[in-house]
Every structure is written in structure tokens, then in C-alpha cells.
């Protein structure tokens, strides 16, 4: 009969000497000292180091062990010897003196190191997972992740929220990514489709009178992927009746400060500075703006009439907008560098580059002779430069220019070092546009979806004058990144109906997509809105690390394949039958 062990590899110290103990887990480590073999041994809880000396019967056995066998190690727990004790260890300042060992399995090579600074490269890592996730960093992000989990729940049930899970089968309405689409066998030419997310399913439990809504949830989206993007993705989803803005922002930020102190030890400061989508996009270039850094848009146009150079004086005479950001010290880039920023630029859609060198309270720059004395300091004022700094300027159509310094201003600030990588900044992002209009439909879109509620004061508009309605919407943002998004929703048919056709969908065809939505509001819908959390983004940001795959146990790659098991797979003729599918051969 095997073995129970008694302890893990991390509980083992100095209260425990002279105790007989059982141990098992992963050989990490096998070193042969002489007569003497050291093992560590590894689990998820911690290393730690047994000695088998050569009197005791198990020491033969201990030279045929290998990296990543899987063993059962029975012996005495003893302090180490003076000068060895490892206080990088919680189990450092004893050792297991073995006095039995039993091999539960063996291991093959591994295809990589589970333990050491050498990090394999992501596609062999993503292929053996199971191996990867034995590398004590990927289990501490797992564990972050776990603890949130548990946090999320205990938090919301407290608040007297109700977990409540949706269907994973819906109907297909294709607003925003595309759907993952199911083929139904029973009902021949149909399909389901993935959700995206519970949106209309939590709205409709708040029609049921659940009141207080929160689920942990899977969602999908058949997208472009990058580093914070996969096709399978989770969310922590809340819904609320009879709130305003207020009630939800104060229960979110309870909810960041209570993840913060327990997960990092860190305190947030509360309430949550508020941005306008107007102030962020003026101020940064962006409405998720990094808040670590300063580096801030300055709009120069007006000053710009008094300039004779061409490209600024044209581009504020049609309308357009002239801007810039500071890069603090770096008056010394050279031409290249500079040369290369701009490429940079206009591969991304923009006109160029203008880059100005401030030197002793001046411009070092053959641009000097079309600005005025005056207007050179006006505009290094703007600026907040000083000496050694470069100011970078971009010409062009107002939402792009501010676009593309907002991206500069996020590159030079990398580059630089200049973002402090152990600060965490949150915000709120708030009075977003209801509408941004599609040049490829040629008609006006939801920004976040159409059932985001227009400010009261604004409603009107909705037909007449769609580009100036606000949303009752708000993103939460960390560090550069939206980890939450949500509204106040439309809660009555005739203002969802309203919606529906400023964003040029029918009648019939809204009653197709969203008949069933519409038809529960005409039961007496309460007012209601909520919020949903990126949770794997959330996760990443708390564990530091770069991409989401490091944080979800069984990740696809950024071209959406499973390494590990294959998938995405080809299927059988009888499968493809059974569910009344033919494959074009295209």
C-alpha cells in the first residue's frame, strides 16, 4: 500500500527537527557530493533538500534519479550543517535526512528546463503546457489568478449579488467581433453561436427582478489576436438594478481596493480619478491612458497662425490640428533615431515627423527661422521643455493626430525607461461618445454596444444629431489598459427602438436580432446597468506579466491553435454528415 505523504515541500523548518516525515513531489535536482546525493525535491508549495547517505537503503536507488521523476521520500527532518543554510528557502535551514525511497514514476528528458533562468521559446512551451506549468512562475500566476477568483465571489456575495450562470448556446447577433458558430444536428441548417458575452442575458435577469447579478463567465469572439486578446476569453459580468453611475463605481472600486491589498499588499487610494473621453483623447492621445508617466499632448494650433512654416499655418488653416509631447533628455538623438521615429509615424498613417531640440533656452533647429523669438517660447512653454529635451510635433486631421501621439508618447516613454514599472495607477474613463461613425458602412456604429443608455439631456439627438450624444458609459483603466467597460442601459422598447434606428437597423430587423429583448422591456424593465472585467487582462497586470497567455492555464496561440492537443482539427465525413455540413473545397 503506498505511502501518505505527511508534509509538502514547503512546510518542513526548524519546529519540525528530530520528526520522521514523508515528502513527495518532482526530483528538481540531483547532486552527487562525493559520497553523499542530494535530492530537491519540488511540489507546488516549495523545495526541499534531502540527503541520502551511503549507509542507508535507499542510496542506490537514489543514483538512478533523474529530473522530473516523480518519488516518495520517507526520512528524518535535521537542521543543515552550519554555512548551509539557504535563506532564500522557507525550508532552508533544515534537510531530510532519507532514510527510504520509493519511485512512483519515471520522467523522459524534458524538452526544456522546469526550474533555472533559461525560459524556453512560447510555441514549445505552449506544446508541453503540462510541462510548463510545473515552472513554479507559472504556478504563482495560476495562484494569483485562483485568489481573485475567490476574492471576486466572497466580495459580491457579500454585496447580496446572485451568481447565476448563462447559456453557452445562444442566438447569432452579429454586433462588433464576429461569432463562434455551433451547427445544431436536430435542427438541420441552423446554428447557435458562442456568446461573446451574457449582455443580453443579464439585462433580461434584471427584467426577472434578480436585482444583483455577478458571474464568472467564459466568453468568445472570433478576432484578430494580440499579446492581451484570445478567442476563449473570461469575465467577471455584473448587473445591477434601480443604480445610477455612482452606486456602480463605488461598488467597483471596493471591489480593486479589496483585490489590491490582498493580492499585491497595496493600498488604493479612493475615490478613482474620473477623465473625460474628450480630456484623455486631448491630453493623451488615448482612452486608456498610462498614468505613470506625464509626457502630455500639447495642442499648439492657435499658436501656430503666427508661424510662417507651411505644413503647421496650412494644416490649422483647414481645420486641422498641430501637437506635440515633450521627450524629456533626449535633445541628444541623433538624426537616425529621430529619421526612425518618423517612419515609425507614417507607417502608422501619419504624415510625419517634426522634432525640435531645445539648447540653452532655445530651439536647435533650422525651423527657428519661421517662428518668431516670442513664439519659439510660447511654444517650448507649451511644451514644459527645458534644456536637453526634443520636442516632437505631428500635423494632421484632429482624432489621428492625437492618435499617433498618443502612440509616441507610449513608445518614447518605453524606450526611455521612463514608465515605473512597480506603480499602479486607476482611473475612470467616462463620457464616451454614444456613436463613432464607420467610413467602411458609411453609417454610425454603437461605441460600446446598442443597448449603452445616452445621457437624459441628450436623447433627443439620437436621430437628429448622433455625433454630439454622449454614452452613460465608463471604462475602468490600469496602467495603460481598459480592464472594465460598462453603462447605464436603455431600459424601455420605444428608446431601444430609437437606437436601433439611429444605428440604420430596421424594424423587422430588430426584431429578428432582438425581438425577445424588446418584448421583456414592454413587461416593465427597471432601470439598470452594470459593468464587465477583462479578468484575464486584470490577472496579467497584478502578476506582471506582458501577455494573457501567462495567466490562463491552457492558452491558444496568437494564431487562435492549441499547440498541445492540435486544435483546431479536422473532423470526420460521417461527423461533418451527421450535422448536415459539406467543406468547400475553396
Known amino acids: 500500500m503506498q505511502k501518505k505523504r505527511t508534509h509538502t515541500c514547503g512546510d518542513l523548518n526548524l519546529s519540525a527537527l528530530g520528526q520522521t516525515a514523508i515528502l513527495m513531489g518532482w526530483v528538481d535536482r540531483r547532486r552527487d557530493h562525493g559520497s553523499l546525493i542530494f535530492i530537491d525535491l519540488r511540489d507546488r508549495y516549495g523545495v526541499t533538500q534531502v ?7 535507499c542510496y542506490e536507488a537514489a543514483k538512478n534519479l533523474r529530473g522530473e521523476f516523480v518519488v516518495s521520500i520517507t526520512g528524518t527532518v535535521e537542521a543543515r550543517p552550519e554555512g548551509m543554510v539557504n535563506s532564500k528557502l522557507n525550508t532552508g535551514a ?16 524534458v524538452p526544456f528546463m522546469i526550474t533555472g533562468d533559461t525560459i524556453a521559446n512560447e510555441d514549445l512551451r505552449l506544446k508541453y503546457r503540462y510541462l ?61 453561436a ?28 472570433d478576432e484578430d489576436l494580440r499579446a492581451d486578446r484570445q478567442p476563449e476569453f473570461t469575465q467577471i459580468d455584473v448587473e445591477m438594478s434601480f443604480i445610477d453611475e455612482e452606486d456602480l463605481f463605488a461598488l467597483v472600486e471596493g471591489l480593486m481596493a479589496r483585490i489590491f491589498a490582498e493580492v499585491l499588499d497595496r493600498k488604493i487610494e479612493l475615490p478613482l480619478q474620473r477623465i473625460p473621453f474628450d480630456e ?77 531640440k531645445v539648447k540653452e533656452s532655445d530651439w536647435d533647429s533650422s525651423l527657428s527661422k519661421f517662428f518668431p523669438e516670442t513664439l519659439r517660447q510660447q511654444i517650448t512653454a507649451a511644451l514644459g521643455a527645458k534644456d536637453g529635451d526634443l520636442m516632437l510635433f505631428i500635423a494632421g486631421k484632429p482624432e489621428v493626430t492625437l492618435t499617433l501621439l498618443g502612440d509616441l508618447r507610449l513608445k518614447v516613454a518605453a524606450q526611455e525607461n521612463l514608465i515605473p514599472q512597480e506603480e499602479y495607477r486607476l482611473a475612470w474613463v467616462v463620457d464616451f461618445p454614444l456613436f463613432e461613425y464607420s467610413e467602411e458602412e458609411k453609417r454610425y456604429v454603437a461605441r460600446h454596444h446598442p443597448f449603452t443608455s445616452p445621457k437624459p439631456e441628450q436623447a433627443d439627438w439620437l436621430l437628429s444629431n448622433p455625433a454630439q450624444v454622449k454614452a452613460r458609459a465608463y471604462d475602468l483603466i ?68 506582458q501577455s494573457i497567455r501567462e495567466v490562463i492555464a491552457f492558452p491558444k496561440t496568437a494564431s487562435a491553435m492549441s499547440l498541445m492537443d492540435g486544435s483546431p482539427s479536422q473532423v470526420s465525413e460521417a461527423q461533418l454528415k451527421e450535422l448536415h455540413l459539406i467543406i468547400s473545397k475553396d
Open 94 to 109: 533544515i534537510e531530510l535526512a532519507a532514510a527510504e525511497l520509493e519511485i512512483l514514476n519515471s520522467a523522459k528528458t
Open 478 to 545: 490600469l496602467n495603460g489598459m481598459e480592464i472594465a467597460g460598462g453603462s447605464i442601459r436603455i431600459h424601455n422598447s420605444e428608446m431601444q427602438s430609437q437606437m436601433f434606428r439611429a444605428l440604420g437597423i430596421g424594424a423587422r430587423e430588430a426584431e429578428e436580432k432582438f425581438g425577445h429583448l424588446l418584448e421583456a422591456f414592454s413587461y416593465g424593465a427597471p432601470p439598470h446597468g452594470g459593468i464587465a472585467f477583462g479578468f484575464d487582462r486584470l490577472v496579467m497586470l497584478l502578476a506582471g506579466c
Open 132 to 192: 510548463d506549468l510545473r515552472r513554479p512562475e507559472m504556478q504563482r500566476n495560476l495562484l494569483i489568478r485562483n485568489k481573485c477568483y475567490q476574492l471576486v465571489r466572497n466580495y459580491f456575495e457579500a454585496h447580496q449579488f446572485v451568481e447565476v450562470e448563462t447559456p453557452c448556446l445562444m442566438r447569432s447577433t452579429p454586433e462588433g467581433a464576429r461569432d463562434y458558430l455551433v451547427p445544431s444536428r436536430v435542427w438541420k441548417g441552423r446554428f447557435y
Open 51 to 57: 540527503r541520502i547517505d551511503p549507509d542507508t537503503p
Open 280 to 356: 484623455a483623447m486631448a491630453r493623451y492621445g488615448s482612452d486608456k491612458p498610462d498614468l505613470r508617466f506625464a509626457m502630455e499632448i500639447a495642442d499648439i494650433t492657435p499658436l501656430t497662425v503666427a508661424s510662417e512654416f507651411k505644413v503647421f499655418h496650412d494644416t490649422a488653416a483647414q481645420g486641422g490640428k498641430v501637437a506635440g509631447i515633450c521627450a524629456p533628455g533626449c535633445g541628444g538623438y541623433s538624426r537616425k533615431q529621430i529619421e526612425d521615429l518618423s517612419e515609425w509615424i507614417k507607417n502608422r498613417g501619419g504624415a510625419g515627423l517634426v522634432a525640435i
Open 194 to 221: 458562442l456568446p461573446q458575452s451574457p449582455q443580453q442575458y443579464k439585462q433580461l435577469l434584471m427584467v426577472a427582478g434578480l436585482d444583483r447579478y455577478f458571474q464568472i463567465v467564459r466568453c468568445f469572439r
